[in-house]
């Protein structure tokens, strides 16, 4: 189907930097054709500072970027998700909600930005590698055929993004 948009939800334990950097890059890159979310089991409340200034210097979008449940997601008016992506190893551990819809779901392990601490270069250059990882990923994700693959290849390959 050429014309769908596809659902993406990225969870994360805080919902403060990855899976935040993530939904704005998937909003950018997927032009229309994808509709990003992020949301946290234990979100923190507020996003990174670091983040947003990341966002910013990529002119990414940094506009209604919250750090939220991931029950606004299961819940009655949730939207139908295709796709979910954990960016955080401890979010993978956790028992995850039941998503709307059976979406494909897929590990994209990232090490967290938010826990370098140090001199300001060092946490900038961490921020930085994330948004890259992240960026190289949701590219592969953006180049697969979706219209003419099947489910399973599907699944397969977005699973194997996570390890790229």
């Known amino acids: 189907m050429a014309d769908k948009t596809y659902h993406v939800l990225f969870v994360c334990t805080g919902n403060s930097a990855r899976s935040i950097m993530a939904e704005a890059l998937m909003n950018d890159l997927g032009a229309g054709r994808f509709q990003a979310h992020s949301a946290g089991s234990h979100p923190t409340g507020q996003v990174h500072p670091w983040a947003m200034e990341m966002l910013a210097r990529h002119r990414l979008p940094v506009q209604g970027g919250r750090s939220k449940s991931w029950d606004e ?85 977005i699973q194997a993004i996570g390890s790229r």
């Open 73 to 157: 997601f299961v819940g009655p008016g949730a939207p139908r998700l295709d796709f979910v992506f954990t960016v955080c190893d401890k979010a993978a551990g956790e028992l995850c909600p039941v998503w709307p819809g059976q979406p494909m779901t897929a590990h994209w392990g990232v090490p967290d930005p938010a826990a370098v601490t140090g001199p300001d270069a060092l946490v900038e250059k961490a921020f930085s590698d994330t948004l890259l990882t992240l960026k190289r990923r949701i590219q592969l994700m953006l180049s697969l055929p979706l219209d003419s693959l099947d489910r399973l290849a599907i699944q397969h390959e």
